[in-house]
């Protein structure tokens, strides 16, 4: 805890709580309990991470790895931007050159409260488990930069920096914009084992405990973040034969994408 609590972002902390704009006496009371309540869980909650590096390279919109595949899906929108897909931060097979990615997933421990006692309890200790999560990956890609994969040995970089992502590389995790498939859990509890940190998946891919986190890791100084948008069912049908499934069965995981056509 003593280590993980300078890594906690209270931006994001605030944006959860819709604390946006509110007066800052407001804020400053909800940061309080907070911090009262991260107090309380002093030697009692702990943040674990499980990561491996692979040699990797891209063959089209799919990772490989000596592993296994991992497909990915690209944009499709219209106009002069590029369309963009996570494997293009990855050397091309073409090549002849090992690249390296790396897997992730973290988790907290932490004593959630229960809401039917005491709602406003429940949901502060979700929130503060949530971010507890977020800066346990913050620690561990911190140390994945400098010491494991060490792409980045000498960086040092302030609290603030680290939150505000002015490292080189990107962690884009499962179920956000560039990556919203949460089967994608599948395949990477199948890498890293995430049980081996106490991560289990349900079978729509969500992972218990709630507070988990879980990606990839991009090394590459022009890689960045993007946001999927909409897909037609020619790549879903594409993406379905890459990852051996059914069309059907990964529509589910992907709705939102395909209800915005």
């Known amino acids: 805890m003593a280590q993980l609590r300078p890594y906690i972002n209270w931006i994001y902390f605030f944006h959860a709580w819709s604390m946006n704009g509110k007066p800052e006496e407001e804020r400053q009371s909800l ?4 911090e009262d309540l991260l107090s309380s869980w002093q030697g009692r909650c702990e943040g674990r991470a499980v990561f491996a590096l692979f040699d990797a390279n891209s063959d089209g919109d799919d990772i490989v790895t000596d592993d296994g595949r991992i497909p990915l899906l690209r944009q499709q929108h219209s106009g002069s931007e590029p369309n963009l897909c996570l494997a293009d931060f990855v050397k091309p097979l073409s090549m002849g050159e090992k690249d390296t990615i790396g897997v992730f997933a973290t988790t907290v421990d932490a004593p959630v409260s229960d809401a039917a006692s005491d709602p406003y309890a429940s949901l502060l200790s979700q929130t503060l488990a949530d971010r507890l999560a977020e800066a346990t990956t913050e620690l561990m890609h911190l140390e994945v930069r400098r010491n494991y994969w ?10 603030d920096d680290l939150l505000s992502e002015r490292f080189q590389g990107i962690r884009p995790a499962v179920g956000y914009p560039s990556m919203p498939d949460a089967s994608m859990n599948f395949v990477f509890d199948s890498l890293i084992d995430f049980s081996s940190i106490g991560i289990s998946l349900t079978e729509s ?9 879980s990606g990839l890791m991009f090394a590459h100084p022009k890689s960045r973040y993007f946001t999927l948008g909409p897909i037609g069912e020619d790549q879903l049908k594409d993406y379905a034969r890459r990852r051996g499934k059914s069309a059907d069965e990964l529509r589910r995981f992907l709705q939102a994408n395909l209800n915005n056509n």
């Open 205 to 213: 891919g969500m992972m218990l405990p709630h507070a988990s986190v």
């Open 31 to 34: 940061r309080r309990d907070a």
């Open 150 to 159: 060490g792409y980045a040995p000498d960086e040092h970089l302030s609290i």
